[in-house]
């Protein structure tokens, strides 16, 4: 007897014989399949007799319409009449609608039988790879069912199969396609031979593994699920999971067949192998390798493996490849976004270019930045080019790619947008179609803020008209952290504040970009170690401590200044509540610094500002250098942080505090100090000696012709700003106040918001002068716009230019006039947003001609602009700067007459444009070379072009080159800083609008956002009050207020000092001829200035330097005569006055 037959005996159980039953297991599989189908074919066959006996005939010719039908039998029932069957019928039907939807994948109830069902076939198939594992055990053997565990937990799994084989019975609509499904047949064979198996006493793997099939359905799961959502993944998942189910299911037929052995050979052949031994069998030969250590042996094995290796090999070689190529063909920037516990990330979209990626990355993780603890997750709908990809390896620990559309909310969902701490959008400055583009940017932010209306978003915009479309979006709300960064408005604003003070735009720039200076290099002139130190200072924010509480403002600048070499520009003054905090640039003696007072500074480094937190009094007061100034020991610091950012700390906390607390009740907060002080000064000021008294006239928005003032107690409120509606600086005082508005307020004269002169609606054609009007117009001291533009050129907003110098910060005739030589088509379509704007001429020319260049005067002017509204041509990019580069060189190329310039002297009212008694003010320019000017570039790389007597190298960075120091160049690249800077602290934003657009407030945007530009409003005391702000001024020592320290020796040092105290000017740099170290201030060969920003304390000053101030707004000035004005120049000046 075969020793496998004696393995077969079993004697505790009484189940020794000779005789196998394998194929008791196989037949019980067989009858169960023809049962179900002779069933069915039955079940059909008796309801197809049925129903036809009983169903009546009708016939109906379709050529005789008329014909009689055929009458039914008596007795029968009529179509219309219920049959005995309906009943059955609905039963049948509510139950197989049940069972449909118990296992649909469209119901909650279905997907989770479908999973399980899933769930219990891998379950259940476990089992069999447990059994199967052993290549000694044989296939079948006697063991009894109540011994073995794995078998009773089959037993349980088929249970639940047959239940589910039921409802799937129930709920198909062909029951004999149903049987003949491939599920169907793995419930044949693995539900029957468990129920034969208790019967008989027997264990019979035989063919358990066939529920290695159920992986074919991972898929359908898995897009039940959810997480299959794209095709390349379904089909992947697909051809993995038939790969494994065919080579899974093929492996047990090879385990069974060899450790089963032949029947006609009584078996005798059997090899034992264990189920792992039969997978690796199958995957070596569908590789078509056969390393020939494990073959089949059985002749019914040889057959199968014959047959599986056409299937194997041809499955292999086309599914492997095809799920490779998938994988391969994966995006390769897909996924999603992980987020780290506690750590921020920011969004950033719109135009990702290598350009734009790396500006924004070297200044948004610059080293002066401390703690910068956030993650920047890129997304763009293109792939990253070599270059980008390089800047995104080199940055792999904090940035992030993926490609996408913010317009998707699949994407925004993918890098976890609700999450993050803010989006940035940037623009493409280099657009052809600027409003294009600045749609693009906004319907990018509709898709954001309709995905996540509490994500902050920074955008960038190109054309100033189009933020009125951002208050469209009922989200948008700014009190969240929303800003949007113009760049025409920045770039034109910072251009009008060169016009006011050249080189200003240079500062400004450098002050908002992190740039670090190193220790000065001995092949770099004297000049460029001071330009480089100045740009190396940024601009940063710190709480003051508690030693500044009580003092004034320039108290506090001048101690920060000559104590702890920190330069104090302005602070933030607290309202009623959390909302109301302004800036407050410069500010007059009234105001003092309350506790926690938050400041801006300019400085170095970060670390220099805690300085100014750190600082004690009593314990500091006799420290000599700074830089020891530490945390001290006689008090505890309970406000202390780990350092200061660069411009970020306070906006971020601020936006936090609004986010936590968005309904704060004002009343149960702290007062700040300075704020209530504002209110009970102006009260004090109008109770003085008691001339205010409640009989006295009640109108609360002007005053009466005979000075009569605003009642002090019912009134007095309506009558002065309230603190909340406070400008950035403290108002007038009331008797100073008084004198304005006797003048003013006959007619309106300024905006309605009293931050810009205004003028009524003037057409284009009182403005225009031909050439010979021009020539005859007296024209001195003003600012010749040289513009380069198409008839349908993109508009660049020649409002923003304007609007600065029309700041009502200053008087009437301190404005400059602004003559506009260019296109007359292209101006008219600009002049809507200009006809309430005075003083402005136009002159239909070209900058490239000289005969318009010398109608204007531009060697008499202050100032001459090079700007350009053409569209960069595709071929060459790079020429869209040749218009203004040949102007450039063509005015300092010109020769103009050694005459002397003339000016209209002041008169009462407003004068015209032509025809005033004239006086001479000052020399014109002989050499085109000294007229001061500034170009705007669109490249880079094109300042190269605009000094020929440069040495600068053609890769040298913009801020490095002498065109840029001298503030003789600008581009539009420079803003880029601004995006990080904002988002590290909304202020920031603030600030800047502030200094250079002229004062441009929200309420005054809403204004513009109606498109009919601005209105006029009657002067009153709260609209005059916004005019008391201070303004950017440029102030020479060679005569004047500061002429002592023209001398040799002095410091600058002294000079800020004297300049805060007495004139309440705050100086923060210098314009310095470029030699003017080398002539020790005598007269200089070169007429090329440089910037220098915030010198320290011991800088040597020259004659001929140019002081840069902020500078209060004087009410007398206005009455006072034009011509005790100071000029600029010193030499030629003093000729003119000879």
């Known amino acids: 007897m075969p020793s496998y037959q004696q393995e077969l005996r079993t004697d505790e159980n009484n189940c020794a014989s000779d005789e196998r039953y394998w194929w008791a297991f196989l037949v019980s599989s067989v009858i169960t399949f023809l049962i179900c189908i002779i069933s069915v074919c039955i079940y059909r066959l008796l309801g197809y007799i049925f129903c036809h006996a009983w169903k009546p005939v009708v016939v109906i010719e379709a050529s005789k319409p008329s014909s009689p039908v055929v009458p039914l039998p008596p007795g029968k029932p009529t179509p219309l009449s219920p049959v005995p069957e309906a009943e059955e019928v609905t039963w049948m039907t509510e139950a197989k609608d049940w069972a449909g939807e118990l296992i649909s994948g469209q119901t909650v109830t279905g997907r989770i039988l479908v999973v399980l069902v899933f769930v219990l076939s891998i379950a259940s198939l476990v089992i069999y790879f447990i059994d199967a594992s052993q290549a000694q055990k044989p296939v079948e053997s006697c063991e009894s069912w109540t011994d073995n565990t794995n078998a009773q937990v089959d037993l349980a799994f088929n249970i639940f199969f047959l239940i589910h084989f039921c409802i799937r019975f129930i709920a198909a609509n062909d029951k004999i396609w149903f049987l003949l499904e491939v599920y169907s047949f793995i419930d044949y064979f693995t539900i029957p031979p468990s129920l034969v198996a208790i019967y008989l006493n027997r264990n019979w793997l035989g063919l358990r593994f066939l529920r290695a099939l159920r992986l074919m359905t991972v898929p359908d799961i898995l897009q039940y699920l959810n997480v299959l959502k794209t095709s390349a993944s379904i089909q992947i998942t697909q051809l993995a999971s038939t790969f494994m189910s065919v080579w899974l299911t093929g492996a047990g037929i090879i385990h069974l067949l060899e450790n089963t052995g032949d029947p006609f050979f009584a078996f005798s052949n059997r090899q034992p192998l264990g189920y792992w031994d039969c997978i690796y069998f199958l995957l070596v030969t569908m590789s078509t390798v056969g390393y020939g250590d494990i073959f089949c042996q059985t002749v019914l094995g040889k057959i199968f493996i014959t047959f599986f290796i056409m299937l194997g090999l041809a499955m292999f070689a086309s599914y492997l490849p095809e799920i490779f190529e998938l994988i391969g063909t994966r995006p390769k920037y897909g996924g999603e976004y992980k987020s780290e516990k506690g750590k921020k990330h920011i969004v950033v979209c719109g135009h990702i270019t290598y350009e734009s990626v790396n500006s924004f990355l070297t200044d948004f993780l610059h080293e002066d930045r401390e703690d910068v603890d956030c993650e920047i997750v890129f997304i763009n709908r293109k792939l990253p080019d070599l270059d980008l990809e390089g800047v995104f390896k080199r940055n792999f620990t904090i940035v992030e790619f993926f490609q996408g559309s913010v317009m998707d909310p699949k994407d925004l969902e993918r890098v976890q947008i609700k999450q993050a701490d803010a989006c940035l959008v940037l623009a493409n400055k280099y657009s052809h179609d600027p409003d294009a583009e600045d749609a693009a940017s906004i319907m990018r932010v509709i898709s954001i803020k309709n995905f996540c209306e509490e994500i902050r978003v920074i955008i960038q915009l190109m054309q100033y008209h189009n933020k009125a479309y951002l208050l469209n979006i009922p989200s948008w709300d700014w009190k969240r952290g929303d800003d949007v960064i113009c760049l025409a408005e920045l770039k034109l604003g910072f251009i009008a504040q060169s016009c006011l003070a050249p080189g200003f735009s240079t500062m400004m720039a450098n002050l908002f970009a992190m740039r670090s200076f190193k220790s000065s290099s001995t092949t770099l002139n004297m000049w460029q170690n001071d330009y480089l130190r100045g740009s190396g200072m940024e601009m940063y924010t710190e709480t003051l401590s508690k030693a500044f509480n009580g003092l004034t403002f320039p108290q506090a600048a001048e101690l920060c200044f000559t104590k702890l070499e920190l330069l104090l520009i302005a602070i933030e003054v607290k309202g009623d509540d959390l909302h109301d905090n302004q800036i407050a640039i410069n500010p007059k003696p009234v105001i003092k610094l309350a506790s926690n007072t938050q400041g801006f500074f300019m400085a170095q480094s970060a670390e220099e500002v805690k300085r100014v937190f750190f600082y004690c009094k009593h314990c500091h007061e006799d420290v000599t250098d700074p830089s020891t100034i530490k945390k001290c020991k006689c008090k505890n610091l309970a406000l202390f942080r780990k350092g200061v950012r660069a411009v970020q700390v306070i906006g971020v906390a601020g936006r936090a505090m609004r986010k936590e607390n968005p309904n704060v009740d004002a009343s149960s907060q702290v ?144 404005l400059k006039h602004v003559v506009i030589l260019g296109n007359l088509d292209y101006i008219k379509r600009e002049w809507r947003n200009l006809h309430n704007l005075p003083k402005i001429s136009i002159l239909e020319g070209s900058p490239l001609s000289r005969a318009d260049l010398r109608a204007v005067n531009v060697n008499l002017c202050d100032m001459c602009t090079i700007l350009s509204a053409k569209v960069a041509g595709i071929e060459d990019p790079t020429l869209a700067d040749k218009e203004a580069i040949l102007a450039s060189l063509n005015i300092k190329a010109m020769h103009f007459d050694d005459t002397l310039g003339l000016l209209q002297s002041q008169s009462d009212g407003r004068d015209s444009q032509l025809g005033s008694p004239l006086v001479m003010q000052r020399k014109g320019s002989v050499y085109g070379a000294n007229v001061p000017m500034i170009t705007e570039l669109i490249n880079d790389s094109n300042v190269q072009f605009l000094d020929q007597d440069d040495d600068d190298d053609p890769d040298t960075e913009l801020y490095l080159t002498q065109p840029f120091a001298c503030g003789t160049a600008f581009a539009v690249s420079v803003l880029d800083s601004i995006m990080s800077t904002t988002y590290f602290n909304d202020n920031a934003l603030t600030l800047i609008r502030t200094l250079i657009t002229g004062g441009a407030t929200p309420e005054l945007e809403l204004i513009l956002a109606e498109g009919a530009g601005l209105r006029g409003g009657y002067s009153t005391p709260e609209t005059l009050a916004n005019r008391d702000r201070p303004r950017v001024a440029q102030i020479g020592l060679f005569e004047g207020p500061l002429a002592q320290f023209g001398k040799t020796g002095s410091k600058y040092g002294d000079l800020f000092v004297y300049s805060l105290k007495n004139l309440g000017m705050l100086c923060i740099g210098l314009y310095r001829f470029r030699d003017a170290h080398e002539n020790q201030g005598q007269a200089s060969v070169c007429t090329k200035r440089f910037v220098i920003t915030n010198p320290a304390n011991d800088f040597s000053l020259y004659p001929t330097d140019l002081l840069f101030v902020l500078q209060q707004f004087d009410p007398k000035a206005g009455n006072e005569n034009r011509n005790r004005q100071k000029t600029r120049w010193s030499a030629v000046s003093r000729e003119a006055e000879a």
Request: hydrophobic residues 35%.
């Open 671 to 814: 007062k700040p100090v300075g704020a209530p002080m504002l209110m009970n000064t102006l009260k004090a000021l109008q109770n003085k000696d008691g001339k205010n008294s409640p009989t006295q006239s009640k109108k609360p928005g002007r005053l009466g012709s005979g000075g009569a003032r605003p009642s002090s107690r019912s009134n007095s409120h309506a009558a002065l700003p309230p603190v909340d509606k406070l400008p950035l600086v403290v108002p007038l005082g009331v008797d100073a106040m008084n004198s304005v508005v006797e003048v003013e307020q006959q007619q309106k004269r300024f905006d309605s918001t009293g931050m810009f002169h205004w003028c009524p609606d003037r057409s284009i054609e009182e403005c225009i002068l031909d050439r010979n009007q021009a020539a005859m117009t007296v024209l001195n001291g003003h600012v010749v716009v040289c513009l380069f533009a198409e008839p349908e050129s993109p508009l660049i907003g020649l409002r923003n230019l304007v609007m600065p110098l029309r700041a009502s910060n200053f008087h009437y005739h301190e």
